[in-house]
């Protein structure tokens, strides 16, 4: 998938973070970008290198969770020849390649206590040590540095240093999650759509039908922008005719009637699995059987059933369910309050 540098987004929250994160950019300070996966931390990240006097300048890019706790230091600092098992020859860390540039550092909460000593040091000095070195390196770095923590809990866990949290939020944007941008989840899924109907060689782009945009709205995107387009792009791709508007969508890739089955945990997460439009319809139940006295509270009792597990499979979206079962909200409504299923 290629790298996304584009902005897309008409929200009050999603356009307050862009604008602090230009303001922040001008300013030579260290800036802590905070988010739930998927996000766009990255894209602020390289926005405040971008819009810096250090445009022009390397940008250099470490992801602390895909590094081992025994080989984040010489990353990050450098080594000499020799200084331990495979270090062959001498090799400069991330922060002399990003001398007069920026550093971002992802996943930063996933840093050793160890290597974050070492890297206050840098911070505060502008030094760098090579491992297996004791001449220190002198280094003009910007900082910023990503992470889906709460960072200040990390320091009351003794799990985070709070004097390198201290040097470290000069500034801290913290990008809203994409079921609190209010209006942006159809632009960007119409953003995301056309381009991939371009892709496919589509003459024009037909739009979502009614039942996907209630399904886009209904779900929670735990993975934010990236998992839209993913849904979106995969839509786009499955759907047989380009002429009419794109009205199914698959959250879960992975479902199948086929599927390996799962192991502990499995009722949990089936239970929680998320709707879509085509799959939030709901399962044929089988009627009370054997000998019925009361045909009315059977028939209370079964149509409880029907509602209780539909609200279930669409994640309690009332606009989702209502969809699901052909009625419309005012009703959905009226009957869940009917059996006490509106808390």
Not at 48 to 64: A, Q
Not at 124 to 152: F, K, M, W
């Amino acid at each position: 998938m290629e790298r996304e540098t584009q902005f897309i987004g008409q929200s009050a929250a999603f356009q307050d973070a862009v604008d602090r994160a230009s303001q922040a950019a001008a300013l030579d300070r260290p800036v802590l970008v905070i988010g739930e996966r998927g996000t766009g931390k990255e894209l602020i990240a390289e926005r405040l290198h971008r819009l810096s006097s250090r445009w022009d300048r390397p940008y250099v890019i470490m992801n602390c969770a895909a590094m081992p706790e025994t080989l984040i230091e010489s990353e990050l600092f450098g080594h000499e020849a020799g200084a331990f098992t495979g270090a062959t020859k001498t090799r400069a860390g991330r922060f002399e390649e990003a001398d007069g540039g920026t550093l971002f550092l992802d996943e930063l909460a996933t840093m050793s206590m160890g290597a974050q000593e070492r890297l206050l040091r840098a911070v505060e000095y502008g030094e760098v040590t090579r491992v297996g070195s004791s001449r220190p390196i002198r280094v003009d770095v910007r900082i910023v540095a990503a992470t889906n923590e709460h960072l200040p809990a990390l320091v009351d866990d003794n799990r985070f240093r709070a004097d390198l949290l201290d040097r470290l939020s000069f500034e801290v944007i913290t990008l809203p999650p994409l079921r609190a941008r209010e209006g942006d989840i159809e632009v960007l899924a119409t953003y995301f759509g056309q381009r991939m109907a371009a892709v496919l060689g589509w003459d024009e782009w037909p739009g979502f039908g009614p039942r996907a945009l209630a399904a886009m709205e209904g779900h929670d995107w735990p993975g934010n922008v990236r998992e839209l387009r993913n849904v979106i792009e995969r839509a786009i791709y499955r759907w047989a005719d380009p002429e009419r508007p794109v009205d199914a969508l698959s959250f879960d890739p992975f479902a199948s009637p086929w599927q390996p089955a799962a192991r502990k945990g499995a009722a949990k997460a089936e239970s929680a699995a998320p709707a879509t439009a085509n799959d939030a319809a709901p399962a044929a139940h089988a009627p009370p059987s054997g000998t019925v006295s009361d045909l009315r509270a059977a028939v209370d009792a079964y149509e409880k059933q029907i509602l209780s597990d539909t609200m279930a499979r669409c994640r309690f979206n009332q606009k989702v369910a209502a969809e699901a079962l052909g009625l419309s909200y005012d009703q959905i409504r009226h009957a869940l309050k009917k059996h006490g299923l509106n808390q």
